[in-house]
């Protein structure tokens, strides 16, 4: 009778399920945080080693040895075991209270071919590493995940990311959820390693990044020491907001958690840097960062009102096409919008703080759903956004069905550069760019 009960009850939730909207589909519990038992190695072996673009044809190399006498140069060529180019890099580290990390090397190499597969060692000694370069033009796929952690779900979402052929990981904050406990940051970059050591991770910090302790740690100095960015080479004084280019795309990396206001240095920056996009070399221009702005969940309203109101102007005078951000623990895709409301000259903001965590799902969302909002659901996944060409872009989600990547939302983007939007702008917001 209990066989027949739990079969009952099996069937009576299978046509449950089919007959939801995706509003109110829900995933198991999070995982388990995963465990990374200790183990012996050599202090001058590379650890943790990942990769970010760092200005035009160039990459950044990042890794940690526990020897701080080792030095901090990357051998490399396009040759297994056949290193014709070197480059010298610096190092840093940094102390948490009792905690000492590592030497952090980082180093760039370059000028580097696009599309192109690359051999290289870290300090040399250890184990040989690959990489490959982006595209130079179009087509060009985007991986993109946020609020990772490293959770069994986090593995989840990593395996399913690196089944896509991406060239670049997009990652909008919160990344290790580390939150103080510093060794978290080493087992995170031991995680992630397989993928980033292959394919460049452009990241932006989150509220799980921050870490401050008053008059003892400043904040950020965990992500600012282990995951430099090219804020140096794209005119930024700050590794929380920097901006690159690849294949035909202008992404803008912003600070949710440091000034943002009219008069900080990160608004002049925006300013700055997007009167300098050349839509005719970079038709796409797409912005990253962690506190949503359109947000129908009933987790964390209203707390991106306030840079909303500052920074969306500029956004949309200047023909932003996309926006990702995470924080939410759920996935949601909206209109175009600007403003409050649905604008077929503004972007279209994506919700993707669904990589993992340990915190869970946020699972509940405002009803009825508000008229800019096109799907909207709680589940762990993962986006793949795909530039076919200058006018032209796929974006599909895939949410972390029972360890399987089932494509859950698609929807085909075109670039606001040739919609006569960028000429239908009023005056005084094209004049914002360019006001001191």
């Not at 990357?74 to 290193?83: I, L």
């Not at 610096?90 to 051999?119: C, F, N, Q, W």
């Not at 004084?237 to 206001?261: K, P």
Request: hydrophobic fraction near 35%; proline fraction near 6%; glycine fraction near 8%.
């Amino acid at each position: 009778m209990e066989k027949w009960g739990r079969l009952l009850l099996v069937t009576v939730s299978a046509l449950i399920f089919a007959s939801v909207a995706a509003d109110d589909y829900v995933r198991p519990k999070p995982r388990e945080t995963l465990q990374f038992p200790w183990k012996q190695k050599s202090s001058s072996l590379p650890e943790q080693v990942h990769i970010s673009l760092a200005g035009d044809k160039h990459m950044r190399v990042t890794w940690v040895t526990s020897d701080k006498s080792s030095p901090s140069f990357v051998e490399y060529g396009t040759s297994p075991g056949k290193y014709s180019y070197l480059g010298q890099g610096e190092s840093t580290s940094y102390s948490y209270i009792m905690y000492r990390s590592g030497k952090i090397h980082h180093t760039v190499i370059g000028p580097l071919e696009a599309d192109t597969v690359y051999y290289y060692r870290c300090g040399g000694e250890g184990p040989e590493f690959h990489l490959k370069t982006p595209p130079a033009q179009f087509p060009i796929t985007f991986a993109v995940a946020g609020d990772l952690g490293q959770t069994g779900w986090t593995k989840s979402t990593l395996d399913h990311i690196d089944q896509c052929k991406y060239a670049v990981h997009l990652l909008p904050g919160d990344l290790s959820y580390a939150d103080y406990m510093q060794h978290k940051w080493d087992t995170f970059g031991e995680l992630v390693q397989p993928l980033a050591s292959v394919r460049p991770w452009m990241v932006t910090q989150g509220n799980h990044e921050k870490e401050s302790i008053p008059f003892i740690v400043d904040e950020f100095v965990s992500f600012n020491s282990r995951w430099k960015m090219p804020y140096e080479e794209s005119g930024s004084n700050s590794n929380l907001y920097y901006s690159f280019e690849v294949a035909g795309v202008h992404a803008i990396m912003l600070g949710s958690y440091t000034d943002y206001d009219r008069y900080s240095d990160q608004y002049s920056w925006l300013k700055a840097d997007l009167s300098k996009v050349d839509r005719e070399r970079t038709p796409w221009l797409i912005v990253l960062f962690h506190v949503p702005w359109y947000n129908s969940n009933n987790a964390h309203q209203h707390e991106g009102d306030e840079m909303m109101a500052e920074m969306e102007p500029l956004l949309y005078a200047s023909g932003v096409d996309i926006v990702f951000t995470g924080h939410v623990h759920a996935y949601e895709r909206t209109k175009r919008v600007n403003n409050g409301k649905s604008d077929p000259c503004g972007p279209v903001h994506i919700t993707i703080g669904d990589g993992g965590n340990r915190e869970g799902l946020a699972r509940k969302y405002k009803d009825p759903s508000p008229e800019w909002s096109v799907f909207r659901e709680a589940s762990f996944g993962h986006g793949e956004l795909q530039m076919v060409n200058s006018t032209h872009a796929l974006w599909t989600w895939h949410r972390n069905d029972d360890d399987e990547p089932t494509r859950s939302d698609e929807v085909w983007l075109n670039s606001l550069v040739n919609s006569g939007c960028l000429k239908k702008r009023p005056q005084e917001l094209r004049k914002m760019l360019l006001e001191p």
